[in-house]
């Protein structure tokens, strides 16, 4: 693998043996030169802000380490010993220039980025593989990541290929997020949609291979599989709406309701959650005004399901309703452990993965319906302890 190490020596304090970006200036001239364009991958570690700053220059250096390794590892599979790799600014982020994969510059066209996005993600695999090994053995702290993208450089300019180059990397970059985006929605839809559909097979089977079910069995099944189905259309429906509310077409049909009964409802909607831990609902207050029933209901359900998820067995998890002339406030808090840092301030965040399962797919697709009603979702603690969750909606209540 090229790395021009000799010509241009690695002049940071941290020993990995990859070059810095200016080793690229070479091959970029001697592709401009022949007219091909070549194929960049963009590696990015993440979570690097988030070590204690004590620990911050040697978790660097041990990252640095494992994606020197990985790229060294990777030569004869996924790169070539023609490729050439560099280190960017403070080597928070990597770059592969595919010279062996370098073509005429008419026909980039034909390069696949979905060959290129194999590529990157077997070496994002195999850094990821490494950087878990050095957690493991506690040379890293957790919730170090890694994310790459990709492009196809174009023939630079003989006299400021770095320019070019630098150019290209931030629209890898732009890739990278947008990859990561991409795979941690995809992962957060599969959980949430698992749960329900294991309910709806698993009772389903069993009320088809039991024949000789007892009637109060086969009815309570029967129920599940229902509930679990309705569950399951109130997610499908919420991901329409995040589309639509994305898209600018989100539109609501509001009509004068008592927001009381659509606690209720909502209470009702997870019955099985809490009655399975026994909980209660402490219910204060009333509220009535012009809101889509429906996305309202859904929003309530979310807060309530999120708050009967970490709230003791035994425990009460309280609403209270409140109006003044500046609209209306829903307060949901519970008795668990409350948000962590993390989680707070991502709150609502639409598919966060540092979400620690308190501020996931349910609180974001609330926040959102909340706001496509002019409201806000705020977070704070509960008395004493717990989480606590403040709908705030403008308007005549």
């Given at each position: 693998m090229a790395t021009n190490s000799r010509r241009l020596p690695e002049r940071r304090a941290l020993d990995s043996r990859i070059a810095e970006l200016a080793a690229l200036a070479a091959p970029l001239t001697r592709l401009a030169a022949a007219r091909r364009s070549a194929p960049l991958l963009y590696i990015e570690l993440i979570g690097i802000e988030r070590v204690p700053a004590g620990r911050r220059t040697a978790a660097l250096a041990a990252c640095k380490r494992a994606v020197a390794s990985s790229?060294?590892?990777?030569?004869?599979?996924?790169?070539?010993?023609?490729?050439?790799?560099?280190?960017?600014?403070?080597?928070?982020?990597?770059?592969?220039?595919?010279?062996?994969?370098?073509?005429?510059?008419?026909?980039?066209?034909?390069?696949?980025?979905?060959?290129?996005?194999?590529?990157?993600?077997?070496?994002?695999?195999?850094?990821?593989?490494?950087?878990r090994a050095l957690e493991r053995r506690g040379t890293l702290p957790a919730g170090i990541g890694v994310i790459g993208g990709w492009t196809v450089l174009d023939p630079v300019s003989p006299d400021r290929p770095l320019a070019e180059l630098r150019q290209a990397v931030r629209g890898a970059a732009v890739v990278a997020r947008v990859e990561a985006r991409r795979a941690t929605v995809l992962a957060a839809v599969t959980h949430e949609l698992r749960t329900p559909l294991t309910s709806i097979i698993g009772y389903a089977d069993r009320l088809r291979d039991e024949p000789a079910l007892a009637p109060p069995l086969r009815a309570r099944y029967s129920h599940i599989v229902a509930q679990e189905g309705r569950r399951l259309h109130r997610l499908?429906?919420?991901?329409?709406?995040?589309?639509?509310?994305?898209?600018?077409?989100?539109?609501?049909?509001?009509?004068?309701?008592?927001?009381?009964?659509?606690?209720?409802?909502?209470?009702?909607?997870?019955?099985?959650?809490?009655?399975?831990?026994?909980?209660?609902?402490?219910?204060?207050?009333?509220?009535?005004?012009?809101l889509d029933a429906e996305r309202m209901e859904q929003v309530l359900i979310n807060l309530l399901d999120n708050a009967a998820r970490h709230s003791p067995r035994g425990g009460s998890v309280r609403v209270e309703l409140r109006r003044d002339k500046s609209g209306c406030r829903v307060t949901v808090s519970d008795e668990g452990p409350g948000f962590t840092r993390a989680a707070a301030r991502v709150l609502g965040n639409e598919f966060t993965p540092e979400a620690d399962g308190r501020a996931g797919l349910g609180l974001s697709i609330a926040r959102l319906l909340v706001e496509a009603h002019g409201g806000t979702l705020a977070i704070g603690r509960g008395p004493g302890r717990g989480a606590r969750l403040e709908v705030r909606l403008p308007g005549v209540f």
């Open positions: 790229l060294r590892d990777a030569v004869g599979t996924v790169l070539r010993r023609s490729d050439a790799v560099a280190a960017g600014t403070h080597a928070h982020w990597f770059v592969a220039l595919l010279v062996d994969r370098a073509l005429a510059a008419p026909a980039r066209a034909s390069v696949d980025d979905a060959d290129l996005g194999l590529v990157c993600g077997r070496l994002q695999a195999a850094i990821r593989a490494k950087l499908v429906e919420s991901l329409i709406d995040i589309g639509a509310w994305t898209a600018g077409r989100l539109k609501l049909s509001p009509r004068q309701v008592d927001v009381r009964k659509l606690v209720r409802a909502a209470w009702g909607a997870i019955g099985d959650r809490a009655s399975a831990k026994s909980l209660r609902l402490a219910l204060r207050g009333d509220a009535a005004g012009s």
